[in-house]
């Protein structure tokens, strides 16, 4: 029977879940998970965690942060005037806002926090600083 190794794409069902228990992400009801297994497509623990795995088996590993979206970082949070947000928005806890990079790519933000005249935005993902649960199952190996 083959065994997922670098470089195989590989097929996986998947339910993902924080330390509270509550699902942030599943593949339930969806066709499964592609990807090439060590190829940067997905966070880094999950290659680890499907790696030597056989077609029909089934885990739940929980992956740390920092091999997960990594650690929160305190230089991705900006307060910024509300002056310097688009004339026509109305800000809100919460909101997402993109923001064009000097290198052609575009930041996703978060805004967390709010004054009268100011906003504080955070760059982190989402899940950066969290530690990840994953219940997976290897359904296929190859195209």
């Known amino acids: 029977m083959a065994i997922a190794k670098k470089g ?11 330390e509270d228990e509550s699902i942030f ?6 066709d499964p998970l592609k ?21 029909g088996e089934k885990k739940k590993e929980t992956i740390e942060a920092k091999n ?22 109305t800000p809100d806890v919460g909101m ?16 967390t926090d709010m004054t009268d005249t100011h906003v504080t935005l955070d760059g982190n993902h989402d899940l950066a600083g969290k530690d990840l649960t994953f219940d997976i199952e290897l ?3 190859g195209e």
């Open 8 to 18: 195989d794409v590989v097929h996986i069902h998947y339910t993902g879940t924080l």
């Open 68 to 89: 997960a979206y990594g650690e929160a970082r305190e230089d991705l949070i900006l307060s910024v005037e509300k002056t310097q947000l688009p004339p026509d928005m």
């Open 139 to 141: 359904v296929k190996i």
């Open 35 to 55: 990807f090439t297994l060590d190829s940067g497509m997905v966070i880094p623990g999950f290659d680890i965690m499907v790696t030597g795995m056989k077609v």
């Open 25 to 30: 992400d599943s593949s339930e009801g969806r």
């Open 96 to 111: 997402k806002l993109q923001a064009p990079m000097q290198n052609g790519h575009v930041a996703m933000l978060t805004i």
